[in-house]
């Protein structure tokens, strides 16, 4: 598990592989991801907007934006924390994401960038 805390707001990703497929005569390598968001802070904030750099390491970087996680844009009020579960497919069994999340402090009124430590997606069968 990888975590980082950005202006009180912590972070935390844990990943799996979960297994393998062919799509269009090509194998796909499939990863989940756990992402849990924890207010640390003491004002109210909300997920708006996330930034996605998936890194494959046989293809070349794809950039995903988009609107909030998973069809939410939670608030979350300090101490209070978010969970979600997501994944990607990659060309190879290794890969990587990093990214940020854009905020908004209800006390504010500031949007602020919460970085999502990079995260490493590897095939347990591939590791020596």
Not at 11 to 29: A, M
Not at 75 to 102: D, I, R
């Amino acid at each position: 598990m990888v975590t980082q805390i950005t202006r009180g707001i912590k972070i935390s990703v844990l990943t799996s592989f979960e297994g393998t497929y062919f799509k269009n005569y090509k194998i796909h390598f499939a990863f989940s991801y756990e992402i849990t968001i924890e207010n640390h802070s003491k004002d109210s904030v909300q997920l708006n907007t996330r930034h996605w750099e998936i890194l494959d390491s046989l293809n070349d970087l794809e950039v995903v934006d988009g609107e909030g996680v998973i069809g939410k844009k939670p608030v979350l009020k300090p101490g209070e924390k978010h969970t979600y579960n997501s994944g990607c497919l990659l060309s190879s069994p290794f890969g990587a994401m990093s990214g940020y999340f854009n905020m908004i402090n209800f006390t504010t009124t500031k949007t602020f960038k919460v970085i999502v430590p990079t995260f490493k997606l590897s095939a347990p069968f591939a590791l020596n």
